[in-house]
């Protein structure tokens, strides 16, 4: 058992790693995925600051890249040194120096880790309310295969 064994994760947050990891064997570049984790910070930061305040926001991004960044030790310098906001200019200069399975496992990891932590302060309930419209801005809706 690893480091993230205990690892709470809901559907949506498993999803988001699903989505990287296919955008990359898909061929998406290292651009194209480093867009799209900038992307999903910024939705996060746009739903979660009117409700739990931007310092709060950016304290829990600190806190999710300094655990990813145990599995992923170029995460390292995203969670040292922010203040109020999250400096995502840095995370994309480091996103770019990535191969883009790297970039989608590190990004994942930090995701989760993001979603553990808010769960873990407040509750699977309520961050499952919290994140339901991040997610669905996201990600692909689920398939269901149900033709009968």
């Not at 996060?44 to 931007?54: A, D, N, V």
């Not at 300094?66 to 170029?74: C, D």
């Not at 191969?99 to 995701?111: R, W």
Request: a negative charge.
């Amino acid at each position: 058992m690893g480091a993230f064994a205990s690892l709470v994760e809901s559907q949506e947050s498993h999803r988001i790693v699903v989505t990287l990891v296919q955008r990359a064997r898909d061929g998406a570049d290292v651009q194209q995925l480093a867009e799209f984790i900038v992307s999903a910070w910024q939705t996060i930061e746009t739903f979660l600051s009117p409700i739990i305040g931007q310092r709060s926001v950016a304290t829990l991004y600190k806190r999710s890249f300094y655990l990813a960044s145990r599995k992923h030790p170029w995460l390292m310098d995203m969670h040292e040194g922010m203040q109020a906001t999250m400096n995502l200019a840095a995370l994309k200069a480091a996103l770019l120096e990535q191969s883009s399975a790297e970039i989608a496992a590190g990004a994942g990891v930090a995701l989760q880790m993001f979603y553990e932590v808010l769960t873990n302060l407040i509750g699977a309930s309520l961050t499952e309310r919290l994140l339901r419209s991040v997610w669905a801005d996201l990600l692909p809706a689920p398939t269901q295969d149900n033709s009968a």
